[in-house]
T-cell receptor
Framework: AQTVTQSQPEMSVQEAETVTLSCTYDTSESDYYLFWYKQPPSRQMILVIR??????QNATENRFSVNFQKAAKSFSLKISDSQLGDAAMYFC???????????FGTGTLLAVQP | DTAVSQTPKYLVTQMGNDKSIKCEQN?????MYWYKQDSKKFLKIMFSYNNKELIINETVPNRFSPKSPDKAHLNLHINSLELGDSAVYFC??????????????FGPGTRLTVL
């Protein structure tokens, strides 16, 4: 069965600095997709960035980028120039296999210090 | 316009009651989902429907019954509520279940509290 692990329950970053959130996953599938979702205090789940496993190039969305290491089954999220609005719970998620279920990690709570 | 909406946003009820949560999406998507987020923020899929047909049914007590009257709506009915059912329930939708890269769009969540 596929699993997603986020080993950092909480992280903190100073405003304008860079922070990296870790995620590892386990799968026997060769074709799958990885996502980072953000959940601010409003509870809304917001897609931050996504990566196709067959693509070697790391995905980038403005200040958000990923470091995808397929062999190591690692998918970290880098947030550059952190802003107060980035404070939220961040979930790494995997989707693939026969059912295409979205499987979430346990989340990392990011605090941004002014 | 809200893409995925849920009603109610908050629900407080007594143990043993039956309650429903409604979900509607106006994105024209074929697939809808229910997720449960527990008190530790762990998010797990419960059900998925594609065009009114059940395609994912995780190990969920049969007190939980999803109903999809049409592909734009997926309701969740819970019988005989228990304390452990207290959680935030999220509805989501995506274009098609066979396209993994499809983004799932989430509703605002319904916080259910069972007393």
């Amino acid at each position: 069965a596929q699993t997603v692990t986020q080993s950092q329950p909480e992280m903190s970053v100073q405003e304008a600095e860079t922070v990296t959130l870790s995620c590892t996953y386990d799968t026997s599938e060769s074709d799958y997709y990885l996502f980072w979702y953000k959940q601010p205090p409003s509870r809304q789940m917001i897609l931050v960035i996504r990566q196709e496993a067959y693509k070697q190039q790391n995905a980038t969305e403005n200040r958000f980028s990923v470091n995808f290491q397929k062999a190591a089954k690692s998918f970290s999220l880098k947030i550059s120039d952190s802003q107060l609005g980035d404070a939220a719970m961040y979930f790494c998620a995997y989707r693939g296999g026969a059912t295409n279920k979205l499987i979430f990690g346990t989340g990392t709570l990011l605090a941004v210090q002014p | 316009d809200t893409a995925v909406s849920q009603t109610p946003k908050y629900l407080v009820t007594q143990m043993g009651n039956d309650k429903s949560i409604k979900c509607e999406q106006n994105l024209g998507h074929d697939t809808m989902y229910w997720y449960k987020q527990d008190s530790k923020k762990f998010l797990k899929i419960m059900f998925s429907y594609n065009n009114k047909e059940l395609i994912i049914n995780e190990t969920v007590p049969n007190r939980f019954s999803p109903k999809s009257p049409d592909k734009a709506h997926l309701n969740l009915h819970i019988n005989s509520l228990e304390l452990g059912d207290s959680a935030v329930y999220f509805c989501a939708s995506s274009q098609r279940p066979t396209i993994p890269i499809d983004t799932q769009y989430f509703g605002p969540g319904t916080r259910l509290t069972v007393l």
